[in-house]
């Protein structure tokens, strides 16, 4: 047992031996050189190029629109609001300056979604496009090559699924040709909440490109030996031309108007130099978390006491642990608890509610709380994953304040 702050940390013998290796990052937070970003908070739009498409631009059709709002904000004071009038139509905010220089970055944004909105257009074709990569061909035309797209996987639901847009290209795969989707089950898409959309492509005219999809920190989709763009050789060597936007794009989503948010986007450098890509092989729509600073988190949702129990996989040994209750709210803090330093193997933490909160919970009963940890391995980047819990007092505390 290692005490650390307010955390206790038990490591199960035997379990660090398999997770000795090199970790890919996960989430670009730390150890890649920024080449663009934008926050929003001059109070406009113009970080993403202006009125004089300064290597990119905001792009509207339809109803749709986009402005600065200070409504909510993943950090300062200011974000994009990005607004579809009749749930109908577009706005984009692109980026083309950046992949014409560079052939691998990692392209991230948060985005918050504030209700759960439902798809209703023609169900043979209905979409909402909140992130894709473009490809400009030699007689000018810019047509989706990657989207990632919204849909609900059941009543109440959103998920994000990947989508090969084009129709006549060959692709993704050498012999494969018409629109593909590669679906997964690993998170579903948060309303009321910010959360991180992060992708990492290598642009590719044949069949060496990659690109690899995280939420929050959760690797979706793994894809290598695909093509990501035409063949243009207007702007660089490798002769591709993708570009990248966020939206809020949809033939019809309901209720009306359909508001989200976006904030602190950037683009980067891959901390460490993409692998060379292997034969081409049928991509895996969802991937696995070995190459993850930490997979398998478990957390209860429902749980008893003054403290909340979980327990994680960490990767590498000497990674640092964070963990971070939050009112349901998000206005206060509710609990926190680090250790510096982990052993690699299954890691059982527990993170203690501040006293206030104890006497919250006392006098209500219960607790509606968000936990979110973070894990930094040595020498990479840190990721993060949260959980909802539902926190009820304990049944001997309840006895005790009822005699």
């Given at each position: 047992?290692?005490?650390?702050?307010?955390?206790?940390?038990?490591?199960?013998?035997?379990?660090?031996?398999?997770?000795?290796?090199?970790?890919?990052?996960?989430?670009?937070?730390?150890?890649?050189?920024?080449?663009?970003?934008?926050?929003?908070?001059?109070?406009?739009?113009?970080?993403?190029?202006?009125?004089?498409?300064?290597?990119?631009?905001?792009?509207?059709?339809?109803?749709?629109?986009?402005?600065?709002?200070?409504?909510?904000?993943?950090?300062?004071?200011?974000?994009?609001?990005?607004?579809?009038?009749?749930?109908?139509?577009?706005?984009?905010?692109?980026?083309?300056?950046?992949?014409?220089?560079?052939?691998?970055?990692?392209?991230?944004?948060?985005?918050?979604?504030?209700?759960?909105?439902?798809?209703?257009?023609?169900?043979?074709?209905?979409?909402?496009?909140?992130?894709?990569?473009?490809?400009?061909?030699?007689?000018?035309?810019?047509?989706?090559?990657?989207?990632?797209?919204?849909?609900?996987?059941?009543?109440?639901?959103?998920?994000?699924?990947?989508?090969?847009?084009?129709?006549?290209?060959?692709?993704?795969?050498?012999?494969?040709?018409?629109?593909?989707?590669?679906?997964?089950?690993?998170?579903?898409?948060?309303?009321?909440?910010?959360?991180?959309?992060?992708?990492?492509?290598?642009?590719?005219?044949?069949?060496?490109?990659?690109?690899?999809?995280?939420?929050?920190?959760?690797?979706?989709?793994?894809?290598?030996?695909?093509?990501?763009?035409?063949?243009?050789?207007a702007y660089n060597s490798w002769c591709g031309s993708?570009?990248?936007?966020?939206?809020?794009?949809?033939?019809?989503?309901?209720?009306?108007?359909?508001?989200?948010?976006?904030?602190?986007?950037?683009?980067?450098?891959?901390?460490?130099?993409?692998?060379?890509?292997?034969?081409?092989?049928?991509?895996?729509?969802?991937?696995?978390?070995?190459?993850?600073?930490?997979?398998?988190?478990?957390?209860?949702?429902?749980?008893?006491?003054?403290?909340?129990?979980?327990?994680?996989?960490?990767?590498?040994?000497?990674?640092?642990?964070?963990?971070?209750?939050?009112?349901?709210?998000?206005?206060?803090?509710?609990?926190?608890?680090?250790?510096?330093?982990?052993?690699?193997?299954?890691?059982?933490?527990?993170?203690?509610?501040?006293?206030?909160?104890?006497?919250?919970?006392?006098?209500?009963?219960?607790?509606?709380?968000?936990?979110?940890?973070?894990?930094?391995?040595?020498?990479?980047?840190?990721?993060?994953?949260?959980?909802?819990?539902?926190?009820?007092?304990?049944?001997?505390?309840?006895?005790?304040?009822?005699?």
């Amino acid at each position: 047992m290692v005490a650390a702050g307010l955390v206790s940390l038990v490591l199960l013998a035997g379990e660090h031996r398999s997770s000795e290796r090199s970790v890919r990052p996960v989430a670009l937070q730390s150890g890649g050189t920024v080449v663009w970003s934008t926050g929003m908070e001059d109070g406009t739009l113009d970080g993403w190029g202006g009125a004089a498409l300064n290597g990119g631009g905001e792009f509207d059709s339809g109803s749709g629109v986009s402005t600065a709002s200070r409504d909510v904000a993943h950090s300062g004071s200011w974000s994009a609001e990005m607004t579809l009038a009749d749930g109908s139509g577009g706005t984009r905010l692109l980026r083309w300056q950046e992949p014409r220089a560079y052939r691998d970055l990692v392209f991230s944004a948060w985005f918050y979604i504030p209700r759960t909105y439902t798809l209703t257009g023609d169900p043979s074709g209905r979409f909402w496009n909140v992130f894709q990569f473009k490809s400009r061909s030699t007689t000018g035309s810019v047509d989706p090559m990657w989207d990632l797209i919204v849909d609900n996987p059941a009543p109440g639901r959103m998920r994000i699924n990947l989508d090969w847009s084009p129709r006549t290209l060959q692709g993704p795969l050498p012999g494969q040709s018409g629109w593909r989707r590669f679906t997964q089950s690993v998170a579903d898409v948060p309303a009321g909440r910010w959360f991180q959309l992060t992708a990492e492509l290598r642009q590719s005219n044949a069949f060496d490109g990659s690109l690899r999809v995280w939420q929050d920190g959760e690797l979706l989709f793994d894809l290598t030996g695909i093509r990501t763009t035409y063949l243009n050789c207007a702007y660089n060597s490798w002769c591709g031309s993708n570009e990248w936007s966020i939206n809020n794009y949809s033939d019809a989503l309901s209720p009306a108007p359909s508001v989200i948010y976006a904030d602190d986007a950037n683009i980067a450098l891959p901390a460490a130099p993409s692998p060379a890509p292997g034969p081409a092989a049928p991509p895996s729509p969802v991937a696995q978390p070995a190459d993850r600073p930490f997979s398998g988190l478990i957390v209860k949702r429902r749980q008893r006491g003054t403290f909340v129990r979980g327990r994680v996989r960490i990767a590498r040994a000497g990674s640092r642990f964070a963990a971070v209750l939050h009112s349901e709210d998000r206005r206060r803090v509710a609990g926190r608890a680090r250790a510096r330093r982990v052993q690699a193997g299954i890691l059982h933490f527990r993170v203690s509610l501040t006293r206030a909160q104890r006497l919250r919970l006392r006098r209500r009963h219960s607790l509606s709380l968000r936990l979110r940890i973070t894990v930094t391995p040595p020498g990479g980047a840190r990721a993060s994953a949260e959980r909802r819990v539902d926190l009820r007092r304990s049944a001997r505390n309840h006895d005790r304040s009822a005699s």
